[in-house]
């Protein structure tokens, strides 16, 4: 398989993971780059999601329990 490829199938998975769907984007029409900036986006979004629960979780615990 070729880097290409793999890239494509990666980021197939990785959105497949992150969203539990699958899309019909054509990535055979990207080029390497847009591949890459894809790939780059998915993992930035992976990390705000795990940002605003970390917020969220602070959040809350700093909160008093009421009675």
Same mark, same amino acid.
Not at 6 to 14: E, K, N, P, V, Y
Not at 45 to 50: D, F, T
């Given at each position: 398989m070729t880097q290409r490829l793999?890239?494509?199938?990666? !980021?197939?998975?990785?959105i497949r993971q992150a969203t539990g769907r699958e899309y019909r984007i054509d990535f055979d029409q990207f080029d390497e780059l847009s591949i890459r900036e894809m790939m780059?986006? !998915?993992?930035d979004?992976?990390?705000?999601?795990?940002?605003a629960v970390r917020n969220v979780e602070m959040r809350v615990r700093r909160m008093p329990l009421v009675k």
């Open positions: 793999h890239m494509i199938h990666q !980021l197939r998975a990785d780059r986006l !998915l993992i979004l992976k990390y705000e999601h795990q940002r």
